[in-house]
């Protein structure tokens, strides 16, 4: 069986056996697709409602971003609320808006309710490297301020920032007390145990290798098949051409993670309070101290999802720009991982048919839209649609050029953010 790639989380994951395939013909309320976090989350919030659920799983939980990302809570979407409420409506941008902070809460919850072992460490930081940067915080918390989120933002000086981020890298940054980081693969874990829990039924190294649609949905596998009166398809960037019309509405990214030897004070001393960072680059670096003190440092993208030659080539150099202290350091894991792109960088849920639904696109917020997203689905299966047609009504564009050329646009397009990250506009 396909193990989960050879990075800091599968070595410190509590679970490490593998459930086994699905061998049979089963028929259930609701089958899900894919057990990363919106999947495991949509069948745990349905679980919970006394819906009998069965997850299908392609190779192990939390095998894709879900258990290879960076492990930060940041709240909202990958646009801020009044470039949505600018884009979808003053009505639309309210309604999501009201919904920003939900995700990072859902997380909370489940750690709490399932006493989940995940490393949950609170705050997180966005860094700025210019005054440009500094002055689009500013805006950030005026905005959610005027969105009812007038709490837990700290702007910070450089001399301010300096008591979280040791580094002179960057002109300021803002904390945001409601951010945080983790341990992703293990609440993705513990989270589908506590699915498990309710009586839901996992099978893993399960692909789905074909769906036909009607009113008894029936999904196969290469040994098994499920009849659901509903399925949720939630293979987002892994979901490997199953369902063709999704194709187009997505774009697979790899980012890059490493994991330094364990750095004992040294970690604590450039990062000390233990708030997880990211930039305000476009193409951004992220970092956080790990438990047990190593430094994760992440960043950089290859649209279609392909690995870079050499992880280690690409990011190292990031990391010893913000701590030159650590050119020295031993990096023990490296790795790579594929989110999903929309073309609005903005999530989707939606129905490919009227008893089936799907959810993709997080566009690199993944770990917060997913907890939210997987409750709108599992809401709208139990019979209240309010909040998931709030985001299925928003207008989907795919990407230009199709398939072939979506690729090559894509770059050609972040050329100009790269070079207005590199102006400091």
């Known amino acids: 069986?396909?193990?989960?790639?050879?990075?800091?989380?599968?070595?410190?994951?509590?679970?490490?056996?593998?459930?086994p395939p699905l061998n049979s013909a089963i028929a259930v309320d609701v089958c899900v697709i894919g057990g990363g976090f919106t999947g495991v989350n949509a069948a745990l919030e349905l679980a919970q409602r006394g819906v009998k659920v069965v997850l299908l799983e392609a190779v192990k939980i939390g095998f894709g971003a879900s258990g290879r990302n960076?492990?930060?809570?940041?709240?909202?979407?990958?646009?801020?609320?009044?470039?949505?409420?600018?884009?979808?409506?003053?009505?639309?941008?309210?309604?999501?808006?009201?919904?920003?902070?939900?995700?990072?809460?859902?997380?909370?919850?489940?750690?709490?309710?399932?006493?989940?072992?995940?490393?949950?460490?609170?705050?997180?930081?966005?860094?700025?490297?210019?005054?440009?940067?500094?002055?689009?915080?500013?805006?950030?918390?005026?905005?959610?301020?005027?969105?009812?989120?007038?709490?837990?933002?700290?702007?910070?000086?450089?001399?301010?920032?300096?008591?979280?981020?040791?580094?002179?890298?960057?002109?300021?940054?803002?904390?945001?007390?409601?951010?945080?980081?983790?341990?992703?693969?293990?609440?993705?874990?513990?989270?589908?145990?506590?699915?498990?829990s309710l009586g839901g039924v996992i099978y893993e190294g399960s692909q789905v290798n074909e769906v036909k649609f009607g009113d008894v949905v029936t999904v196969k596998t290469a040994h098994g098949e499920v009849s659901a009166?509903?399925?949720?398809?939630?293979?987002?960037?892994?979901?490997?051409?199953?369902?063709?019309?999704?194709?187009?509405?997505?774009?697979?990214?790899?980012?890059?993670?490493?994991?330094?030897?364990?750095?004992?004070?040294?970690?604590?001393?450039?990062?000390?309070?233990?708030?997880?960072?990211?930039?305000?680059?476009y193409i951004l670096d992220y970092f956080r101290r790990t438990a047990d003190n190593r430094i994760l440092y992440g960043g950089g993208v290859v649209y279609g999802g392909q690995d870079p030659a050499s992880i280690r080539a690409k990011i190292m150099p990031l990391m010893h720009k913000t701590f030159p202290v650590l050119k020295d350091a031993r990096v023990d894991f490296a790795w790579s991982g594929n989110f999903a792109l929309t073309l609005t960088r903005f999530p989707q849920i939606g129905k490919l048919a009227p008893n089936v639904y799907f959810s993709h696109g997080d566009s690199g917020h993944g770990v917060t839209t997913t907890h939210l997203l997987a409750r709108l689905l599992a809401e709208a299966v139990t019979g209240d649609t309010s909040r998931f047609d709030v985001f299925a009504g928003l207008p989907y564009f795919p990407f230009p050029g199709g398939r072939s050329l979506r690729v090559p646009l894509t770059v050609a397009g972040s050329w100009w953010y790269r070079f207005r990250d590199w102006m400091g506009v």
Request: proline share 4%; aromatic share 6%.
């Open 1 to 19: 069986m396909i193990e989960h790639v050879d990075s800091y989380y599968a070595a410190t994951a509590h679970r490490k056996d593998a459930r």
């Open 70 to 196: 960076g492990g930060q809570i940041v709240n909202g979407y990958s646009r801020d609320l009044d470039t949505i409420a600018s884009r979808y409506g003053e009505q639309a941008g309210r309604k999501i808006g009201a919904m920003a902070r939900e995700g990072g809460n859902i997380i909370r919850d489940r750690v709490a309710q399932y006493n989940i072992q995940c490393n949950l460490k609170p705050g997180g930081i966005f860094t700025a490297l210019n005054p440009a940067q500094m002055s689009g915080l500013a805006r950030h918390v005026k905005t959610w301020s005027a969105r009812g989120f007038s709490d837990g933002f700290e702007l910070l000086d450089k001399t301010g920032l300096q008591r979280h981020v040791k580094t002179d890298r960057y002109a300021g940054g803002l904390v945001d007390h409601y951010g945080g980081h983790l341990h992703p693969l293990n609440l993705v874990q513990g989270e589908a145990a506590a699915f498990e």
């Open 229 to 281: 009166k509903t399925v949720l398809v939630c293979g987002n960037a892994y979901l490997k051409n199953v369902l063709p019309d999704l194709e187009t509405r997505i774009m697979p990214v790899s980012s890059q993670i490493l994991v330094t030897e364990p750095l004992g004070e040294e970690a604590a001393a450039l990062l000390p309070s233990d708030m997880c960072v990211e930039d305000c680059n």
